[in-house]
């Protein structure tokens, strides 16, 4: 193993000056019985070793050195040793990874739901707008009404097929069901004109209605509770009538 080989061959001057620890050592004579270049420099160091011993006066280093050149050898072997940093920087990417995938799907969230608010604000926004523009039209015909404890005023633009709901003390929305507006033929027939949802901070509610087809073929807006998402024709109770 390369890398194996790489760790021993940093540790031979240490082994050669006997700083290392008994395990290290071991590890490394069992590396020297199978690697020759390993083997080979070792001689070098001993040679350099046992020239600087015998060039010197022959002296026991001062325990104190010998441990501190110790330590200061195994700090290096330590940084040197791939599996040790191998395993914290995996540590360290695995967290930060699942740190980050933890983030993106916080972040994916908020923007659906941002997303969400914004189309909603958006929706209202351009109802508001509408509403407002029909005001201003002409050709809008305003018309009050008073039913069931609901009180409003709907606004019906038949050059522009367009119409506004204004009503006041709608209840709030059961669970789930959902208020289903309907554009009422003359013989009767029901075509759904979207939904009108109570804000519980406000006591009115606003919807507007774009007819699929001309205003002037229906006579009348109705408004049913139906189960949430709707139904193709009213099946539910009905909350109001308003003829135009
Ligand atoms: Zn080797």
New binding site residues.
């Given amino acids: 193993m390369a890398e ?3 760790i ?2 940093e540790n031979l001057s240490a082994y050669a000056l006997g700083v290392l620890d008994s395990e290290e050592a071991s590890a490394l004579e069992a ?2 019985r ?6 080979s ?1 070792l001689e070098d160091y001993q040679h350099l070793a046992s020239g600087l011993l015998t060039a010197l006066p022959p002296q026991n280093p001062p325990a104190r050195l010998k441990s501190s050149l110790q330590k200061r050898l195994q700090g290096e072997q330590r940084s040197a040793r791939p599996a040790f940093s191998w395993s914290l920087n995996r540590t360290l990417i695995t967290g930060a990874l699942v740190l980050l995938i933890a983030l993106n799907i916080v972040s994916v969230f908020e923007v659906v739901s941002l997303k969400r608010d914004q189309a909603g604000l958006i929706g209202e926004y351009g109802s508001n707008q509408t509403a407002i523009a029909m005001l201003a039209y002409p050709s809008t015909q305003s018309m009050a009404f008073e039913q069931n404890g609901i009180s409003g005023s709907l606004l019906v633009d038949k050059t522009r097929n367009l119409l506004a709901v204004f009503a006041w003390h709608l209840p709030p929305t059961p669970a789930g069901k959902t208020y289903q507006m309907w554009l009422i033929d003359p013989q009767g027939d029901r075509t759904s004109g979207g939904f009108i949802k109570p804000d519980s901070d406000q006591p009115f509610v606003m919807a507007v209605i774009r007819s699929p087809q001309p205003l002037t073929s229906f006579v009348g807006l109705g408004i049913t509770l139906e189960p949430s998402g709707g139904s193709p024709k009213p099946t539910g109770p009905k909350i109001l009538r308003v003829d135009f």
């Fill in positions: 194996n080989h790489d021993f061959k590396h020297l199978t690697c020759d270049e390993c083997r420099e």
